[in-house]
Each structure stands twice: as C-alpha cells, then as structure tokens.
C-alpha cells in the first residue's frame, strides 16, 4: 500500500511525535486519547451492565463477566476466574453463589480430577449469553460497518500496538 504525498505511509509503529516530550501538540492530543479511552470504558461498562440485565435483571455487570468467563470455557474454577478478570474471592464467590441461585451455573465434578469440581453454565446461561452478546455484536458491527476494512485494519493494529 502507498501513501499518498500527504498522507504518511501506514507501518507496524505509531508515527514518530514530530514535537519533542511535553510539546503543547502531543500534550494535547494526548489528553484527548485519555479522553476518549475514558469515554470508550464508559461505553463498554453500559453494555456490560445492559448485557447483564438480558440474562437476569438481578444480575451485576462483574456477574455477567464470571458467567461469560464460566460460559465460553475460559475460566471453570473459582481460581481461574480471579485470575481472568483481576478481582478479588470475596466478589467472584458472591457472583458465583448468586449464579448458582438463578440457575445460571452449576459446580460438577472435574473430569480430569475426580477430586476437584469446576463451574459450567447450564443451558437457561448458554441460551441468555448467547442473546446478550447477539445484541451487543449488532450494535458494534452497525458502528463499524460505517467504516472502510481499511481504516478497521488499521484500527485493530492500533489498537494491538496499544495493547502491548
């Protein structure tokens, strides 16, 4: 892909600041990427919150985390679920217990350890995270199919850039 004379070639790297540290510039579009990550978080803690309540209107946002964790695979212990999300025993326990109360997740015997259990969803989970996350997918492809694959690709590198 070529740049154009005034647009800069897109590589693997953020262009170089052409303004030192502390240049009022890079001070001010910094200020504004803060800005607008705060917003972004903002943003994805109302999904959250909205994608909680489809599955149960009692249900937290951290609670709909530990579910999707249990859910997808990623995460079938209470251990692993602490790890996963960074939170504390005492928060993942209570969502656990209240997950188990709704009829959302169930403790059964490990296969691989007979001694040890591990958290599944059930069915009546599967069936609601399925639906809340179906909604939320909706609404992000509609805001991104606004955009060309070219800008998304360079979105995503930015993004992963920013990530590591």
């Given at each position: 892909?070529?740049?154009?004379p005034d647009e800069p070639a897109r590589t693997g790297a953020p262009a170089a600041a052409p303004d030192g540290p502390g240049?009022?510039?890079?001070?001010?579009?910094?200020?504004?990427v803060e800005h607008e990550l705060g917003r972004l978080f903002a943003r994805i803690r109302v999904s959250w919150r909205e994608a909680a309540a489809t599955v149960h209107p009692d249900l937290q946002p951290l609670g709909y985390q530990v579910l999707t964790s249990i859910a997808t695979g990623k995460a079938t212990s209470a251990g692993a679920i602490i790890e996963r999300l960074q939170t504390d025993k005492s928060a993942v326990s209570r969502h656990v217990r209240q997950l188990e109360e709704?009829?959302?997740?169930?403790?059964?015997?490990?296969?691989?350890?007979?001694?040890a259990r591990v958290?599944?969803?059930?069915?009546?989970?599967?069936?609601?995270v399925a639906l809340a996350r179906s909604r939320y997918e909706?609404?992000?492809?509609?805001?991104?199919?606004?955009?060309?694959?070219?800008?998304?690709?360079?979105?995503?590198?930015l993004l992963a850039q920013f990530g590591d």
């Amino acid at each position: 892909m070529s740049a154009s004379p005034d647009e800069p070639a897109r590589t693997g790297a953020p262009a170089a600041a052409p303004d030192g540290p502390g240049s009022p510039d890079l001070d001010q579009a910094i200020s504004r990427v803060e800005h607008e990550l705060g917003r972004l978080f903002a943003r994805i803690r109302v999904s959250w919150r909205e994608a909680a309540a489809t599955v149960h209107p009692d249900l937290q946002p951290l609670g709909y985390q530990v579910l999707t964790s249990i859910a997808t695979g990623k995460a079938t212990s209470a251990g692993a679920i602490i790890e996963r999300l960074q939170t504390d025993k005492s928060a993942v326990s209570r969502h656990v217990r209240q997950l188990e109360e709704l009829g959302l997740v169930e403790s059964v015997r490990d296969p691989d350890d007979r001694r040890a259990r591990v958290l599944v969803a059930t069915e009546l989970a599967q069936e609601r995270v399925a639906l809340a996350r179906s909604r939320y997918e909706a609404r992000l492809g509609e805001r991104l199919r606004r955009w060309t694959a070219e800008d998304l690709d360079h979105f995503a590198e930015l993004l992963a850039q920013f990530g590591d």
